[in-house]
Antibody, heavy 122, light 107 residues
Framework: QVQLVESGGGVVQPGRSLRLSCAASGFTFSNYAMHWVRQAPGRGLEYLALISYDVDDKSYADSVKGRFTISRDNSKNTLNLQMRSLRSEDTAIYYC???????????????WGRGTLVTVSS | DIQMTQSPSSVSASVGDRVTITCRASQGISTWLAWYQQKPGKAPKLLISAASSLESGVPSRFNGRGSGTDFTLTISSLQPEDFAIYYCQQAYSFPFTFGPGTKVDIK
């Protein structure tokens, strides 16, 4: 079925790195822009990053710019988020999200994974 | 960045009640607005895009209106499955920011 499944979360010490992955299935992954959104425990949603369907365009929220890198492998239907210099405030559930538009970034998020929890703690 | 605000932050209501949530953008976003519903322990679900376009499978009791800076989400007759947190989100410009959420709980 149509789904996104995140993996790679866990407990990591401040200052360390972690790589999240998202496996897409049930749809033509290479046709869609993809995003990462996170949610700190008990808090609201925070938008993080966008990658275009063809990998040409990547954009980041200021809160993670320079520390996080979004990437994708359309041959493997996989989205990634490389996170460096992690801080306690990066503790959150990280969601892999599909853009609702085909071959563009419309900015609406119609398919969400279940999320993976990242805890930054010593 | 465009800032999104929502009011109220929470509302207590009964089954059958009409509930209206307001979302305001810090600058005009035309109709580039979405509404999401999130239930405990679950990922958000897209309800409405383009301010008023209901997603497939979303009950017609959900209604979105507005343009520019002011938007509303109305649930015409609250059902037990509607108790959740509702977020607005602007899709006008990057980064695509969310409102802080409105919790709809049982009176």
């Amino acid at each position: 079925q149509v789904q996104l499944v995140e993996s790679g979360g866990g407990v990591v010490q401040p200052g360390r790195s972690l790589r999240l992955s998202c496996a897409a299935s049930g749809f033509t992954f290479s046709n869609y822009a993809m995003h990462w959104v996170r949610q700190a425990p008990g808090r609201g949603l925070e938008y993080l990053a966008l990658i275009s369907y063809d990998v040409d365009d990547k954009s980041y929220a200021d809160s993670v710019k320079g520390r996080f890198t979004i990437s994708r492998d359309n041959s493997k239907n996989t989205l990634n988020l490389q996170m460096r210099s992690l801080r306690s405030e990066d503790t959150a559930i990280y969601y892999c999200v599909r853009d609702s538009a085909v071959t563009t970034a419309g900015g609406y998020f119609d398919l969400w994974g279940r999320g993976t929890l990242v805890t930054v703690s010593s | 960045d465009i800032q999104m605000t929502q009011s109220p932050s929470s509302v207590s209501a009964s089954v059958g009640d009409r509930v209206t949530i307001t979302c305001r953008a810090s600058q005009g976003i035309s109709t580039w607005l979405a509404w999401y519903q999130q239930k405990p322990g679950k990922a958000p679900k897209l309800l409405i895009s383009a301010a008023s376009s209901l997603e497939s499978g979303v009950p017609s009791r959900f209604n979105g209106r507005g343009s520019g800076t002011d938007f509303t989400l109305t649930i015409s007759s609250l059902q037990p499955e509607d108790f959740a947190i509702y977020y607005c989100q602007q899709a006008y410009s990057f980064p695509f920011t969310f409102g802080p959420g409105t919790k709809v709980d049982i009176k």
